[in-house]
């Protein structure tokens, strides 16, 4: 199985669960970038956020 990765728009390489920052009181959770608060797209980040470093 392949890693996903997503290039943000700040540069910021995102590959796991701790390059993500969940928006909180929201019903349908919605990603950002831990860099600059960029939204990452829904599907992108339930990808990377279920990968560990290993």
Known sequence: MTRT???CTCGALLEFKHD???ESGI???TWKCTD???PVPGQI???VR???PS
Do not use: M, S
Request: aromatic share 6%; with cysteine.
């Open 20 to 22: 993500l920052e969940k």
């Open 36 to 38: 600059c608060g960029t």
């Open 5 to 7: 990765t997503y290039r």
């Open 50 to 52: 279920h990968q560990n």
């Open 45 to 47: 980040a339930e990808k």
């Open 27 to 29: 019903a349908t959770p």
